[in-house]
């Protein structure tokens, strides 16, 4: 299934100037597919081996880059609540999220912990005031300050 979708991905990428926010079908499905894979932490950007060596997954960055190409800048956010309103092109990773789950989750979040969708946040991960972009991991038991 993966092999399907970076080939999708690494194809768009050769072709990512007749991109744009109306494109739909496959390219849209394969990199919603992979940010949300990013998201839930089943697939990472990079990756440690288990000698110790650092590997980079192409076209995942690839993704993330296109999903730019893919969605128009909007109106985000909600005047009087943090984070927003702002002019992005990625939604935050909690929008609309319930306290069922956050709790799943298993992580905290305090006020000025901005994370956007797409990033992958461990249980007893601690966030505080920071900012966590698109395509990141955080690990178990991280602090990010």
Known sequence: ???????????????????????????????????????????????????????????????????????????????GQQPGPYFDKVQTKFNGWTDQQFSAAGFRAVPGAVVRRGSFIAKDAVLMPSFVNIGAYVGEGTMVD
């Open 1 to 79: 299934m993966t092999t399907s979708l970076e080939h999708t991905i690494d194809a768009a990428w050769e072709d990512r100037a007749s991109l744009s926010a109306s494109t739909q079908g496959a390219v849209r499905s394969a990199v919603d597919e992979a940010l949300a894979k990013l998201d839930s932490g089943a697939l990472r950007v990079a990756e440690k081996s288990a000698s110790g060596a650092w590997t980079v997954n192409q076209w995942l960055k690839k993704a993330v880059l296109l999903s730019f190409r893919l969605n128009p800048n909007r109106t985000m956010g909600v005047e």
